[in-house]
């Protein structure tokens, strides 16, 4: 069955800090792979997906994602972080036949000034 | 703003209640999903419907059902509501079915039972 694994609950960085957010995945076939980011009190918003094609994808907001299939991973990236970065980001995969997502349990991301 | 609407917002009953949650999709998304976030479980597929059709059913409980109207909005209905029920529901959207596809979320409706 498909899985996200995001083996980190909560990570604090400085502000202006490069970011990374880990991610994996257990798929049969290529995945389709989803980043999004929720922050307090608001529905989640994509900041990038990967179908196809380039396995380095940039999305808003400054933050990139790198899928390595030999890894099943599928890790965000932000160069600088920002205070307003901080939220709670979601990795997913699609789920095969059925449209729907499978979401790892999220990674809590907290800005120090 | 991602175009998909849900109301209410909070919502505030008591166990053994029902409840009914609305959810209009974007303009131009035939394919609604329905999510279930909570501290526990994590966010959690419920089900989904396309062009009013039930397409696939992920952790749904008995109790809870839906449907999708010609309009393509939705409603979530929750009965014989318990403690454990409180949540947050998201609603989503898509164009199609296909899972490559981008699912655009509404802000949620926040469930508390008491």
């Known amino acids: 069955a498909q899985s996200v694994t995001q083996p980190d609950i909560h990570i604090t960085v400085s502000e202006g800090a490069s970011l990374e957010l880990r991610c994996n995945y257990s798929?049969?076939?290529?995945?389709?792979l989803f980043w999004y980011v929720q922050s307090p009190g608001q529905g989640l918003q994509l900041l990038l997906k990967?179908?196809?094609?380039?396995?380095l994808v940039q999305g808003i907001k400054g933050f990139e994602a790198e899928f390595k299939r030999s890894q099943s991973s599928f890790n965000l990236r932000k160069p600088s972080v920002h205070w307003s970065d901080a939220a709670e980001y979601f990795c997913?995969?699609?789920?095969?036949?059925?449209?729907?997502?499978?979401f790892g349990k999220g990674t809590k991301l907290s800005v120090k000034p | 703003d991602s175009g998909v609407t849900q109301t209410p917002k909070h919502l505030i009953t008591a166990t053994g209640q029902r409840v009914t949650l609305r959810c209009s999709p974007r303009s131009g998304d035939l394919s609604v999903y329905w999510y279930q976030q909570s501290l526990d479980q994590g966010l959690q597929f419920l089900i989904q419907?396309?062009?009013?059709?039930?397409?696939a059913k992920g952790n749904i409980l008995e109790r809870f059902s839906a449907q999708q109207f010609p309009d393509l909005h939705s409603e979530l209905n929750l009965s014989s509501l318990e403690l454990g029920d409180s949540a947050l529901y998201f609603c989503a959207s898509s164009a199609g079915t296909g899972s490559w596809e981008t699912q655009y979320f509404g802000p949620g409706t926040r469930l508390l039972v008491l």
């Open positions: 997913a995969v699609g789920g095969g036949s059925q449209g729907n997502l499978i």
């Open positions: 990967y179908f196809s094609g380039d396995t």
């Open positions: 419907y396309y062009n009013g059709e039930e397409r």
């Open positions: 798929y049969g076939a290529t995945p389709y």
